[in-house]
């Protein structure tokens, strides 16, 4: 199963082909690379009229943006009353990945219809867009990332979206780290999300592989549901990973809770009347 993400106005992909998507993001046109774009470009991507930005991968590994044109330090795009504060960083990222509004649309559903105070615990927070759409929502969110810069631009998103202050509790934090401590005061949430990276280090050299450390990290952070638990979301932009292997373990994790288990992947409608696949999510709820 594909969940497509609608409702964008500000955002859209043109044309795709040969590694590389050609978007829009407000009045900015980018061209970039995508890993699951093998097919080739119906017409040069790069010669259409308008591109601000390119993001060119460098044969040592990386890469780095070419500018064509005139390109703000930080640029605004919104959706259904969000509103978030971009700019072209390292690795070709944006900030932002519009294809979690699926997500966020199924999580405001959930939250508004309880007609209860919902605790969301957001980890691997990154920018906040899934903490925006929550506290929107109505629910009261932490928000956790070990990434000041990007726990800042968090803070900035939830301004410009105009999301109560009392509504996000931000933490800078080693994810794994922040879960054993919360474990130890007794805290509980009614919701968890989380968006974990492939591969990455933590401040003393700790090495994290999705792969290897998943299933005993979801573990340890289904100990913080509360009595009475909402949903589990598992984002992965892990290249091959199925959507069921998120499911699998949110079954195994939680097969005492009962509820509703599922999982599908994340797209992206095109110009060219094409789906995006964009990674995948697996999904608990309660109901």
């Known amino acids: 199963m594909i969940r497509v993400a609608e409702g964008w ?4 992909i043109i044309a795709t082909g040969d590694g590389m998507k050609l978007e829009r993001w407000g009045k900015l046109v980018l061209l970039r690379p995508d890993p699951q774009v093998i097919w080739h470009e119906s017409s040069k991507l790069s010669a259409y009229k308008g591109i601000n930005a ?8 990386g890469g ?3 500018y064509k044109g005139d390109v703000p330090e930080n640029f605004t795009i919104g959706r259904n009353g969000l509103k978030f504060s971009l700019k072209l960083m390292g690795f070709k990222h944006t900030g932002l990945f519009p294809e ?3 997500n966020w649309d199924m999580m405001q559903k959930l939250i508004e219809g309880e007609k209860r105070g919902i605790k969301v615990l957001n980890l691997f927070a990154y920018t906040g867009g899934a903490t925006v759409a929550c506290a929107q929502a109505g629910a009261f969110v932490t928000h956790v990332d070990a990434a ?3 726990v800042d631009r968090a803070k900035e998103n939830a301004r410009l979206s105009e999301i109560p202050g009392d509504r ?3 933490i800078v934090d080693d994810c794994m780290k922040f879960v054993a401590r919360e474990q130890r005061r007794g805290n509980s949430y009614d919701a968890i999300i989380m968006d ?4 990455g280090r933590g ?3 700790e090495v994290w592989k999705l792969e290897d450390n998943l299933y005993d990290f979801v573990t340890e952070c289904v100990k913080l549901l509360s009595d009475k638990p909402l949903f589990v979301l598992i984002n992965s932009y892990t290249t091959g990973l199925q959507p069921t292997v998120t499911e699998n373990i949110l079954r195994l994790c939680l097969k005492d809770k009962g509820g509703v288990f599922e999982s599908y992947e994340l797209g992206l409608p095109t110009d060219e009347n094409i789906i995006l696949p964009c990674g995948c999510s697996g999904l608990w709820r309660i109901k």
């Open 9 to 12: 106005k500000d955002y859209r």
């Open 54 to 61: 390119v993001y060119k991968r460098s044969a040592s590994g």
């Open 64 to 66: 780095s943006w070419q």
């Open 100 to 102: 979690q509004a699926v």
């Open 148 to 150: 000041k810069a990007m």
């Open 168 to 170: 996000i509790r931000y």
């Open 196 to 199: 974990p990276p492939s591969y």
């Open 203 to 205: 401040v003393n050299g």
